[in-house]
T-cell receptor, first 109, second 114 residues
Framework: GQNIDQPTEMTATEGAIVQINCTYQTSGFNGLFWYQQHAGEAPTFLSYNVLDGLEEKGRFSSFLSRSKGYSYLLLKELQMKDSASYLCAVLDSNYQLIWGAGTKLIIKP | IAGITQAPTSQILAAGRRMTLRCTQDMRHNAMYWYRQDLGLGLRLIHYSNTAGTTGKGEVPDGYSVSRANTDDFPLTLASAVPSQTSVYFC?????????????FGPGTRLTVL
């Protein structure tokens, strides 16, 4: 079966750095997405990786290793508004997105 | 501002009733999707449509039907609601059926079936 694993919850301090990991086992791979979802709101796009390596976008970076079935989202200079759930999703061989359950990130002052 | 709208925002429904969740996008996207999101689980695809006039089944299609009469609208119908269909429902759209096109989500409909 297809499986996406992420930690359920993480806590970090305002101003610090946090890394959210995602491991996947899917039938085929056509890219990996990270989305942010604030409580009670819709998911919004953060990043997309299809090749190995690091993609940087402001305070957020996303890394992919296809051989290891592994990705992480790195958030720097954490702000209170970064408190949200972070969803990892893989585009499988049928070009359907397989979603992880999400990681709830709690930022403390 | 262009985007996706969903209606209603929330609904409480008696079991056995029929219900249609509405979704409209004005971005002229080809592909549209319906997901349900339950606590502790990832988003699960119910049905999708790659282009107007075509639909397909996702991971959890039973008890749901969709239609895609035009590019903008993609309603989801529960023919006879059951309590296990209590969930938050998100509609999404993307520019093409394949590739790395980002999916854009509507605000969601919170449905409770009693």
């Amino acid at each position: 079966g297809q499986n996406i694993d992420q930690p359920t919850e993480m806590t970090a301090t305002e101003g610090a750095i946090v890394q959210i990991n995602c491991t996947y086992q899917t039938s085929g791979f056509n890219g990996l997405f990270w989305y942010q979802q604030h409580a009670g709101e819709a998911p919004t796009f953060l990043s997309y990786n299809v090749l190995d390596g690091l993609e940087e976008k402001g305070r957020f970076s996303s890394f992919l290793s296809r051989s290891k079935g592994y990705s992480y989202l790195l958030l720097k200079e954490l702000q209170m508004k970064d408190s949200a759930s972070y969803l990892c999703a893989v585009l499988d061989s049928n070009y359907q997105l397989i979603w992880g359950a999400g990681t709830k990130l709690i930022i403390k002052p | 501002i262009a985007g996706i709208t969903q209606a209603p925002t929330s609904q409480i429904l008696a079991a056995g009733r029929r219900m249609t969740l509405r979704c409209t996008q004005d971005m002229r996207h080809n592909a549209m999707y319906w997901y349900r999101q339950d606590l502790g689980l990832g988003l699960r695809l119910i049905h999708y449509s790659n282009t107007a006039g075509t639909t397909g089944k996702g991971e959890v299609p039973d008890g749901y039907s969709v239609s895609r009469a035009n590019t903008d609208d993609f309603p989801l119908t529960l023919a006879s609601a059951v309590p296990s269909q209590t969930s938050v429902y998100f509609c999404a759209s993307s520019d093409s059926k394949q590739g790395a096109d980002t999916q854009y989500f509507g605000p969601g409909t919170r449905l409770t079936v009693l």
